[in-house]
Every structure is written in structure tokens, then in C-alpha cells.
């Protein structure tokens, strides 16, 4: 088979971060969108993307993109594209669609109208006068915007969040590709420490012990496109195979997630081990107030409450105003931190270095960068002035 076309999904803000994950894959043939990402590769590209994407929300298989102004031309464009090629006689195909500012603006009417040409196309092209419907699924997009149909198959099934290690939830969790996301916005690697203040059920630090032993983070899971037989297995455990090949155990800097609530650290604790990573990561019982460390050049990589969902505002400004004093504890390290609060800047009392508009779930939030003095490198003989991100109250 040649060259197919793919399409990463990912959540709004993350796109540059999912671009740099598929050519670290070797897939450099990429076209940003608003939320989606297409790339080319081989067959085998729908297995190794779906194990080792971490920021994405889905791998989909594009079929055909084409114009398409009236239900004619829809009909007519969906039924000549290959299903056949991917869809076998038994397959199920259910149809869902969007819209946005097109002319075809009802979408029951254009799944309706897809779903009508895809059964046409695949009862010819199998020579079948019925299709049960009864064997792998094959979740199918129309997707139109500004006339331009694109017509897609799911091939991740469950959202690549779903990495299999969360099997129960704190109140109000980080994604799991949010949480990888924002630390590969980081400055952070495996040589130096993190610490998440507010870890909850340990997004953050699982995230990142599994980035930073290389671990797929697709390994302990299935995806849809496993269950067809137009993808060999010999893909699939080909793909598996070089994820486990890839592994690096080797000694990585301290990971430290902590939080107030013992109960929701039980959970943390939980998932690393489901992980495989809980060896790497110490959870503690620890106030924001309390938080401390004598590692050096770390980084702080925090979500916070926002008002939004857990405590008042009034309980959240004083706990941002905070931050200063605490962060000033920490003179060599990065922070980040992830809210929808407005006024942050001004609670903390200084601009942030960078910031990146990032979205947890549907809340609009601000992901603030501060950053502190890199590492000496290996050889550096003059010793550089330390420029903390937090200078202490008052200086």
C-alpha cells in the first residue's frame, strides 16, 4: 500500500507540540491546522503514532478532501473514494459529521447523505447485497469547513488520553495529553528535578517519568484500527516491539508530586504503579506553603485550582498570592503554571517570560512560563550570576 494521509488531533495550543512529537517520529511531512495536524507515512505509521503520540486526541485516516457546495457533489465525491480499501463486508461504519460555515449546513443531512454513499460504494466494490455491520468498527468524519468536506476514519478508538493507567479519577483531573503537553513546553528534562505542588492523582509526574524513560505512552493500551485486517499484525507488534526496545531505565533526577489531600495521592500513587513508574516518583502529603527542595535548577510545573471547579476565588487569589514567597524558595528553577484565573500576573506580582493559551477540557486558560538561570554547562569555568525567576518579597 502507498503512502496514506493521516490527521493528528489535538486539543487548541498544543499543535506546535504534536508537530515536533511526529517528526521526532521520522513523519516531517506536516500541515498545521486549527486543531489538527496532517502528516503522510506508510501503513505502519497508524501504529507507531497511536502508541507514541503524547499531546494528540486522535490519529485519523483521511480518505478524501474535496469540495463540496451542494449534496450532489458530497454524494458523489464520498462514493468514489476507497472504502473498500479499508472497510471489509462486515465492517461497522457509523457516520457522525460537522459543519462550519458551509453551505451544507445540516449535519444529520450530510452524515445521512455520506453514510448513502459509502454503503453504494462498498456493496459494489465487495459484490454484496448486504452489509451486516457486524464486525470491526471503523468511526467515520464527514467534517466540512468553508465548502471543503474531509472525510476521515478513527483509527485510535478511545482518545489517546487514555493511556491505561487512570482508572479512577480525583475531582476535576488534568488530561493526560494536556499534562504532557505542558511539559514539553517546559524547559524540563530528565536530568533536572520536577516538582508538581498540586498533583492531585499525579498527571504530571507520571507524564513525565514516562517521557523521561522513553515509554510509549499507547504501550498498555488497544486502539481500533488493531482489529483490522486491512493493518497486519506484524504492524502492530512490529511497533510494539521497538516501543519496548526503546525503554530507558537508567537513573533520571528526583520526580516529586505532592498535595494536601491524602486521599487523592492514594490515587497518584495508584497510577504510577499501573504505569510502571512508580519507583521513579515520591508523593507526599504536603500544604502549597510547605512545599520545599534541595535539588537545584528544577522545574515547578503546576495546575492549580482555578475558582473554576474546586474552592472560591477569594480561598484561590490568596493562594496565588502566595506563590512569590513560596517560589522564592526555589532561586535556580522554572516554573509553570497552568489557570483560568484573570489577573494572575498581578496576584504573583510580576510578568511571566512566556505565556501560551492552552484549553483544560472547555476552560480557556493561560499556561505562564517564568524562567530561571539555566545549568552551567559541562566545561563552564566562570561562574554566572544566579537570576532567579522569583526574587524574594521585597527585593
Not at 485516516?61 to 450532489?72: P, Q, T, V
Not at 514567597?325 to 496576584?347: K, M, N, Q
Request: hydrophobic content about 40%.
Amino acid at each position: 500500500m502507498p503512502n496514506i494521509q493521516l490527521i493528528a488531533t489535538a486539543a487548541f495550543g498544543l499543535e506546535a507540540v504534536v508537530v515536533r512529537e511526529l517528526h521526532r517520529l521520522g513523519y516531517t511531512d506536516t500541515r498545521v491546522q486549527a486543531g489538527r495536524i496532517a502528516f503522510s507515512g506508510d501503513p505502519a505509521a497508524i501504529c507507531r503514532t497511536n502508541l507514541w503520540l503524547r499531546a494528540a486526541d486522535r490519529v485519523l485516516l483521511e480518505l478524501g478532501r474535496f469540495h463540496a457546495a451542494d449534496f450532489d457533489a458530497l454524494f458523489d465525491q464520498t462514493r468514489a473514494l476507497p472504502w473498500h480499501e479499508w472497510i471489509p463486508p462486515n465492517g461497522r461504519f457509523p457516520v457522525r459529521g460537522r459543519s462550519i460555515k458551509s453551505q451544507l449546513s445540516s449535519v444529520p443531512a450530510c452524515q445521512k447523505t455520506v453514510k448513502k454513499a459509502m454503503v453504494e460504494h462498498l456493496r459494489k466494490a465487495h459484490r454484496v447485497a448486504q452489509l451486516p455491520e457486524t464486525g470491526p468498527e471503523f468511526s467515520v468524519e464527514v467534517a466540512l469547513l468553508d465548502n471543503e468536506a474531509t472525510l476521515t476514519i478513527d483509527t485510535s478508538g478511545l482518545g489517546l488520553h487514555k493511556r491505561g493507567y487512570r482508572d479512577r479519577s480525583a475531582e476535576a483531573p488534568l488530561k493526560e495529553t494536556l499534562a504532557a503537553g505542558m511539559i514539553q513546553l517546559s524547559v524540563w528534562n530528565r536530568e533536572r528535578p520536577l516538582l508538581d505542588p498540586f498533583c492531585g492523582s499525579g498527571t504530571i509526574p507520571i507524564e513525565a517519568a514516562l517521557i523521561a524513560r522513553n515509554a510509549a505512552p499507547g504501550r498498555n493500551r488497544e486502539f481500533a484500527a488493531e482489529e483490522w485486517l486491512c493493518l497486519p499484525a506484524r504492524l502492530w507488534e512490529a511497533a510494539r516491539r521497538e516501543a519496548d526496545e526503546l525503554l530507558d531505565r537508567t537513573p533520571l533526577a528526583p520526580l516529586l508530586g505532592s498535595d494536601r489531600d491524602a486521599q487523592v495521592l492514594g490515587l497518584a500513587r495508584r497510577h504510577a504503579e499501573q504505569a510502571g513508574v512508580a519507583d521513579a516518583i515520591r508523593f507526599e502529603q504536603r500544604h502549597f506553603s510547605d512545599v520545599r527542595s534541595p535539588h537545584e535548577f528544577g522545574c515547578l510545573i503546576a495546575n492549580p485550582p482555578y475558582g473554576e471547579r474546586l474552592g472560591g476565588v477569594d480561598e484561590v487569589e490568596a493562594l496565588y498570592r502566595a506563590m512569590p514567597d513560596v517560589f522564592s524558595r526555589f532561586p535556580t528553577w522554572s516554573f509553570y503554571v497552568i489557570t483560568a484565573l484573570p489577573g494572575f500576573e498581578r496576584l504573583v506580582r510580576r510578568p511571566a517570560d512566556k505565556r501560551r493559551k492552552l484549553y483544560n477540557g472547555r476552560i480557556e486558560c493561560t499556561y505562564y512560563q517564568f524562567l530561571g538561570p539555566p545549568p552551567a554547562r559541562a566545561g563552564d569555568r566562570e561562574e554566572r550570576p544566579i537570576v532567579p525567576a522569583f526574587a524574594p518579597p521585597g527585593k
